[in-house]
């Protein structure tokens, strides 16, 4: 008998930012495969069942689910943010393709969610406001030159930059490099944001021009938004400044 299998994310961390449809299936799974933190932010019944494991062990994470999802059970992996950004909806398509045919024939449902940029860019203003690409600064999984060649290539394109996973104990010095590189390409006075556990408690946003960029502003928990040339910082009057990338660019059709 085959089981159901629905990928899912929390949202960055406000539980309001959880969908709707991803609440019903954390109702409908009987079997949970995830992160301790991220499953600790889903309000289990006592009937269902959590697989905790470490955030590093994500393919053997997504063969436990699926071995589970073919003997019947219906079962949820959860991510945080959006379960297809740089999480476990990959680990799940790559464990797919390389596993058991029977793997296939699972009812394999993937929830779109919150992703940390989204959540941190609406802290701000609107700063995605137009084309913007999203890197991973994580040298774990690719090699750092390409990280470093994509880097440069988004900032030449002019492209608004979205930093993933830009720096952890075992990897300290990726984001002041990426600085160092984009300092090269871009104005001095390009808006950077650090968002820091958007959506939770801990909620920290500070917004420096990228000459002054201090790396100590971010930790594993923060997406660090690059703005392009375009992007705007509008000071406002007893509120945070406002920061955006403008919808037009000088010679566009309107
Ligand atoms: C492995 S990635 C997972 C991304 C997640 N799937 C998403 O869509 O947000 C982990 C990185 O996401 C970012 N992140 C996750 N939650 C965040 C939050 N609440 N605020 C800011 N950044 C966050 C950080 O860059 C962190 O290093």
């Known amino acids: 008998m085959t089981g159901k299998l629905f990928v899912i994310g929390t949202g960055p961390g406000n539980p309001e930012q959880m969908t709707p449809q991803t609440r019903a299936a954390v109702r409908e799974a009987t079997d949970f495969y995830g992160y301790g933190p991220y499953l600790d932010r889903l309000d289990l019944r006592s009937d269902q069942r959590k697989q905790v494991s470490d955030n590093r062990e994500e393919l053997d994470r997504a063969s436990a689910a699926l071995r589970a999802a073919a003997t019947g059970a219906t079962v949820c992996v959860v991510s945080g943010g959006d379960p297809g950004v740089f999480a476990m909806a990959a680990a799940i398509c790559e464990a797919v393709d390389d596993g058991p045919d029977e793997w296939r024939t699972i009812d394999l449902t993937v929830l779109p969610g919150i992703t940390a940029m989204l959540a941190v860019a609406a ?40 930093l993933y996973n830009p720096i952890s104990k075992a990897r300290p010095w990726q984001l002041g490099k990426a600085f160092e590189l984009l300092r090269t390409l871009l104005p001095a006075t390009t808006p950077v ?33 690059i703005g392009s040339p375009e992007t705007k910082i509008v000071a406002r009057d007893g509120r945070p400044d406002l920061v955006y990338t403008p919808r037009f660019i000088a010679g566009g059709k309107n």
């Open 123 to 162: 802290r701000v203003g609107a700063p995605l406001g137009h084309d913007f690409c999203a890197i991973s600064l994580s040298d774990n999984l690719k090699p750092w030159n390409i990280i470093e060649n994509r880097l440069e290539l988004a900032a030449r394109a002019g492209f608004v930059i979205a």
């Open 193 to 225: 944001i650090f968002g820091r556990a958007a959506g939770r408690h801990d909620e920290k946003i500070t917004v420096q021009r990228l000459a002054d960029a201090n790396v100590a502003n971010a930790d594993m928990a923060t997406c660090v938004i």
